[in-house]
């Protein structure tokens, strides 16, 4: 084990003292996006202590150890207060895997690229939207690289949740009631594409006639039969100020019907605690919520490689936890070495069961790594954390054009209220015959109109 030079006693006071002076920077020795820009690793701005798992713990933990009720108290500060209730009294485990340091297996390849290309060029209008140095809308890649600035945190993630230009998931959902068993399970297809700030589907950067639309996105679903050809679309309008277009299919009445979009904080289906709010820890547009700030910063743990298998049956993921060992999918995490906790709260929904929610961010990739929200009262409600890979574990890959498929494997939404877990992976396949794709032009015509909701309906 090598010893650094500069203790965790030393890094902890560092951003102690920044978060006091209210003057948070990205990276410790040297900014961070430039250490990035030189070498793709953001080894340079950080001492070994927030480099290493096993240099940061004393030698008390190293990649491959289990992070279980046991030892939790080690890393208490690198988790969410939620995640450590799980870990401590509900039985969740995290497996530690070493920290992945090329910054090019952290995202999509061409969204990296364009973020690297194009820093410098964002700007945030008189009205909060962001716009290139041009005055038009965003070109591609994240607008604001290692940004320690609560909104343009926010502003980054909205624009672009996965990252890709057009993506469809195929999810699993299973809800789990406090007895630890499975009460509900749902199949179907969330779809998502990108009318500007495009980086791989031509035309590029914008959709012609759709440069004022941030996004399509839908969700179908295709199991059980009591569900079956349900589904949603949002249409949302590059101004953040505005609303999405909210339009839902049921197929027992044969239409479509238009739904009010300010109403986000309640569950899609029966028995699942996962809100159109929580999508990507940014469900919402940026500008209905307001007083953003960064409440925390320093390194923390996230699940962002190893959470993929190639020979995993359709890509499950095993489960543990809880009272039948069905709570939590099993969840491979490293360290990361500095992250940003940006608080916000719904100033445009009066009618909000919450008061405000903290978002993680890695401040490498601004990628969200956990969301806790809070009730009218002031007290820990919800909490949603989102697993990642790169889709190539050696033994095999998924391709994504020229470069290995970046994208989430599983998501846990819980409600520490209830005790109910909503818990959803990504599969290569449903039973219907809906597959993952990735930057496919027929993602449009296939998801995201009104007639595919029809004909998926009928």
Not at 129 to 154: M, Q
Not at 266 to 292: F, I, Q, R, V
Request: aromatic fraction near 12%; hydrophobic fraction near 35%.
């Amino acid at each position: 084990m090598h010893l650094g030079r500069y203790g965790r006693g030393f890094s902890r006071r560092h951003f102690l003292d920044q978060l006091g002076r209210g003057a948070v920077t990205a990276g410790v020795f040297m900014p961070l996006w430039q250490a990035i820009a030189r070498t793709g690793r953001a080894d340079a701005a950080y001492p070994d202590e927030l480099l290493s798992i096993e240099v940061y713990s004393k030698g008390r933990l190293k990649p491959g150890d289990t992070i279980d009720a046991g030892n939790v108290d080690l890393v208490r500060d690198l988790l969410d207060p939620i995640q450590v209730v799980q870990v401590h009294d509900m039985g969740r485990r995290l497996v530690l895997a070493r920290e992945t340091a090329d910054i090019m297996r952290l995202s999509p390849w061409e969204y990296v690229e364009a973020t690297l290309r194009n820093k410098g060029r964002a700007r945030l209008d008189a009205d909060g939207n962001i716009r290139a140095d041009d005055g038009r809308p965003w070109i591609g890649g994240h607008p604001f690289p290692a940004s320690t600035d609560g909104l343009e945190a926010f502003a980054g993630q909205t624009l672009s949740w996965g990252r890709h230009d057009a993506s469809v998931y195929a999810i699993k959902e299973c809800d789990v009631g406090t007895s630890g068993r499975v009460d509900y399970r749902y199949e179907g297809c969330w779809a998502e594409m990108s009318p500007v700030a495009r980086v791989a589907m031509e035309p590029k950067p914008y959709l012609p006639g759709h440069e004022d639309k941030m996004r399509f996105q839908s969700i179908i679903f295709t199991a059980p039969d009591d569900v079956r050809g349900s589904s949603f679309l949002n249409i949302w309008p590059y101004d953040q100020r505005e609303f999405p277009d909210l339009f839902g299919y049921v197929p027992q009445f044969k239409r479509i019907r238009r739904f009010p979009t300010n109403q986000r904080f309640e569950p899609m289906l029966p028995g699942s605690d996962l809100y159109l709010s929580d999508a990507w820890a940014a469900g919402d547009p940026y500008l209905t919520w307001g007083n953003y700030r960064v409440v925390g910063t320093g390194p923390a743990l996230a699940a962002l490689s190893g959470n993929w298998s190639s020979t995993a049956d359709n890509w499950a993921r095993g489960t543990h936890g809880g009272p039948k060992g069905e709570t939590f999918y099993d969840t491979v995490v490293e360290l990361v070495p500095q992250a940003i906790t940006v608080e916000a709260e719904p100033v445009r929904y009066p009618r909000a069961p919450i008061s405000k929610k903290q978002v993680r961010f890695d401040l490498r990739t601004m990628l969200p790594i956990t969301m806790v929200s809070f009730d009218r009262r002031g007290q820990l409600f919800r909490s949603f954390d989102g697993a990642y890979s790169l889709y190539d574990d050696g033994k095999g890959r998924v391709m994504d054009g020229a470069h290995p498929y970046w994208s989430w494997t599983h998501v846990h939404a819980f409600n520490t209220q209830t005790g109910h877990m909503t818990r959803i992976e990504q599969v290569r396949r449903l039973a219907g015959g809906d597959t993952m794709r990735v930057n496919d032009p027929a993602t449009y015509d296939l998801y995201l109109t009104q007639g595919a909701m029809q004909r998926r309906g009928a």
